[in-house]
């Protein structure tokens, strides 16, 4: 199984490899504004389709996380924790998953 997903104009895509089990609502103070729904995923499992240059990043609390912005459109498809090998997945940058219920049977309300 294989999602595409990507910022509003396009400019930054990227593939995840395997089934979205896991979703939260990330109650950091960037996320939190935004409305962001996640999924932590190893970095194997994701593949960006598009120019690094396209995404800006933006770091805060000990820039242990990447957050990546699309440098036209402005939205955030994926941040990244390299240190811990992590990408977190926005959800709702994912149109095969974006508007719909994740089964609520496979997700927990927190990502593992
Ligand atoms: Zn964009």
Do not use: W
């Not at 199984?1 to 896991?22: D, N, P, Q, W």
Request: charged share 20%; with cysteine.
């Amino acid at each position: 199984m294989i999602y595409h997903g990507s910022c509003h104009c396009g400019r930054v895509a990227f593939a995840l490899e395997g089934a979205v089990k896991t979703a939260m609502s990330c109650d950091c103070s960037l996320c939190a504004r935004k409305g962001v729904r996640l999924s932590a995923v190893s970095t194997e499992r994701f593949t960006l389709l598009t120019a690094p240059e396209a995404s800006t990043a933006y770091h805060f609390d000990g820039h242990a996380v990447v957050h990546r912005f699309c440098k036209t459109c402005g939205v955030q498809p994926y941040s990244e924790h390299v240190a811990e090998g992590v990408i977190y997945i926005n959800l709702n940058c994912i149109d095969s998953i974006y508007g719909r219920a994740i089964d609520s049977a496979s997700i927990s309300e927190r990502a593992a």
